[in-house]
């Protein structure tokens, strides 16, 4: 007898559980499972038949459900977070109803009205990835989607999930459409002014990124380390906060010695809550010691655990247990630091330095300021006009408690940055001011920050003065060699100074020592990249980001016109004439300058007319903009118009 084939097909499979179900059962069954019904009813079944979807099985707290589409797939778990939150826009948040959603493009082994195999278990996997309310899709998904979603994928990097060999590329939707294109370098104009400013807390900052466009080349012959996070064994979200912030705290310190790669938080993040052999992690992030440690709380009590161990053979270096008053925990921090680096440097130099600056920081610093100002760090990185207004009020609660605390003062600052551009800023100038407050106090408080030094550089170059922008920029590559994070945002810097050799150098270092890196890297990289000669480099880069706004479009042109790629330029100009029709290469040299060296305006001239961009503005044009600095090769063309 012939032996049955198995019949296979290629499916969008979505896949949606509710959050904190057992606990809302247990609060009130009845009325959980009514809540849930009355939401099926009215919001969810018929988008799933509006959009052509298949239930193949309900859970007690999730669903299965199949698509022909992956656009439709996408589409309909959207409209079912947005009605789904419209529907209980009355009830108390702990009562609410809130979906994850994964989605992934696989093949599906089927079984009946069933469906099985590794199509189905990613899209389980990325439901258990996907943040509440949120939709989170597979890149075989993202890469149907491209220009057939009116909103934006934020790439969040490779997860290694249960069951699944090969890594997944994983993307999470944008639900209210709001790009969040400049994170870290906002540039909004008033005037002649160019503002440049800069969010800090990137340790925060959720997501991943494109680490695999670029192979780790781990050839440093300096110690390297990688810091993963601390685990919170009380399960309490309040410990929780004080264990992510005690890693990064741990990552920041380490970074400032110039005898120690440190591996930036992005990339350690993915193995959080994860058991994985130290060896293999050392060489997937190419370092020779991994710091693991724990956090556990017992009334006002806590206990620290952490240990050195050496990559490639799991052996243990050095370890510690704290047994501390809950407001020791910065002293703790400060000697698992000192420690660290004793132990792989012997004497310190430099970093002795900022271990002390960083135990003068925290001197004061309350448990209560310190956990306002966490909270406040996840209501900034939402990028939304209420997240920064509540981001605002948490930060300035942090300095209220302690007018000392270094990063509430300065990421206050930054606040005052952002809202210009979610348009909640009464006045751009004042705005500029109050930025240079908190950003000179939180120098003063803790001279060692090289985030705070190089928001200092940000505004001067919003005030016109290039050379003090300059020195401040150089001053935090001194004072954070291994940080990725302010390696990668002053190679962006040193594209608009000329000094594209130093930006294209810094952005390799940026990746190497952050493969995980977030999708702000991505701007950086792409201005690097692209005015440094490596169009490589920045057509991936560019394809990260993606083309939802017009300035990408225009980049997508002018890297393909000079890859040589014609087609895909005129394709890529066409649609940023559409979406811009008034865009010129002249009129964006005078905006986003002053150029360093006419270097790299020329490149932007011969980029933008192989691609078949408008390169000059009409006399007419020029005279209602006398803001903008002329172009030579455009005199000459209104000369002879």
């Not at 053979?313 to 703790?332: C, K, M, N, S």
């Not at 300059?470 to 190679?491: F, H, I």
């Not at 932007?604 to 503005?617: F, M, N, Q, R, Y």
Request: hydrophobic share 40%.
């Amino acid at each position: 007898m012939a032996e049955e084939r198995t019949q296979r097909r290629l499916a969008a499979i979505l896949a949606a559980d509710v959050v904190g179900y057992s606990r809302l059962m247990e609060q009130d069954e009845a009325r959980t499972l009514a809540a849930i019904r009355d939401l099926r009813r009215e919001v969810i079944d018929p988008l799933l038949s509006e959009h052509h979807g298949r239930i193949v099985k309900l859970m007690g707290d999730g669903a299965l459900v199949e698509f022909g589409s992956v656009v439709d797939a996408v589409a309909c778990a959207v409209a079912i977070q947005k009605g789904v939150a419209a529907r209980q826009a009355d009830v108390s948040a702990e009562r609410r109803i809130v979906f994850r959603i994964g989605i992934n493009l696989g093949d599906v082994v089927v079984e009946g009205d069933d469906l099985l195999g590794d199509g189905v278990n990613v899209a389980a996997r990325l439901e258990q990835l996907c943040e509440p309310g949120g939709v989170m899709v597979s890149g075989t998904a993202f890469d149907q989607l491209q220009g057939k979603l009116g909103l934006p994928l934020d790439f969040s990097g490779e997860q290694h999930v249960k069951n699944i060999a090969r890594p997944v590329r994983t993307y999470r939707v944008r639900l209210n459409g709001a790009r969040k294109s400049w994170p870290l370098r906002v540039r909004p104009h008033l005037g002649g002014a160019r503002l440049v400013a800069a969010g800090l807390l990137t340790l925060l900052l959720v997501g991943g990124a494109a680490w695999w466009l670029w192979p780790i080349n781990s050839t440093t012959t300096k110690s390297s380390i990688a810091v993963l996070p601390f685990d919170n064994y009380g399960g309490d979200p309040k410990w929780g906060r004080f264990a992510d912030g005690l890693t990064e705290d741990i990552i920041t310190d380490l970074a400032r010695s110039r005898r120690l790669d440190v591996i930036a938080r992005n990339s350690t993040e993915v193995y959080k809550g994860k058991r994985t052999d130290v060896r293999q992690i050392g060489q997937d992030l190419g370092v020779k010691y991994i710091l693991e440690g724990s956090l556990q709380s017992d009334g006002d009590k806590i206990r620290v655990t952490a240990q050195l161990i050496e990559a490639s053979t799991g052996a243990h270096i050095w370890q510690e247990r704290y047994d501390r008053p809950a407001t020791d925990l910065f002293l703790v921090q400060d000697d698992i630091t000192q420690k660290i680096s004793m132990t792989l440097q012997g004497e310190m130099g430099i970093l002795m330095e900022a271990d002390r600056a960083a135990t003068y920081r925290k001197g004061e610093q309350s448990l209560e300021a310190y956990d306002y100002w966490l909270l406040g760090g996840k209501q900034m990185v939402l990028f939304t006009p209420e997240g920064l207004r509540n981001a605002q009020g948490l930060f300035q609660k942090a300095v209220e408690l302690d007018p000392n605390f270094e990063p509430a003062v300065r990421d206050l600052g930054v606040i005052y940055i952002l809202e210009n551009e979610f348009g909640i800023s009464k006045d751009i100038q004042q705005s500029i001011e109050l930025h240079e407050k908190y950003t000179r106090r939180a120098v003063e408080l803790d001279p060692a920050d090289p985030f705070a030094v190089y928001q200092l550089g940000n505004n001067y170059w919003a005030r016109g003065q290039a050379t003090e922008a300059r020195e401040q920029y150089e001053k935090a590559l001194t004072l954070g060699p291994s940080d990725a994070d302010v390696l990668n945002l002053v190679a962006w810097a040193f594209v608009y100074l000329g000094l594209t050799d130093r930006s294209v150098e810094l952005a390799d270092e940026s990746v190497r020592l952050n493969p995980h890196y977030p999708l702000f890297y991505n701007y950086g990289l792409r201005y690097a990249y692209f005015y440094g000669g490596k169009f490589e480099k920045a057509l991936k880069a560019q394809l990260v980001i993606g083309d939802a706004e017009a300035l990408d479009k225009i980049f997508l042109a002018m890297i393909y016109s000079q890859l040589g790629e014609s087609d895909k330029a005129a394709h890529a100009a066409a649609a940023a004439r559409e979406a811009d029709p008034n865009w010129s290469a002249e009129q964006y040299a005078t905006e986003v300058g002053p150029f360093g060296r006419e270097t790299e305006v020329n490149l932007l001239i011969e980029s933008a007319k192989k691609a078949g961009l408008t390169i000059c503005l009409t006399a007419d044009q020029l005279q209602k903009r006398p803001d903008i600095k002329p172009l030579k090769v455009c005199d000459s063309e209104r000369a002879h118009s």
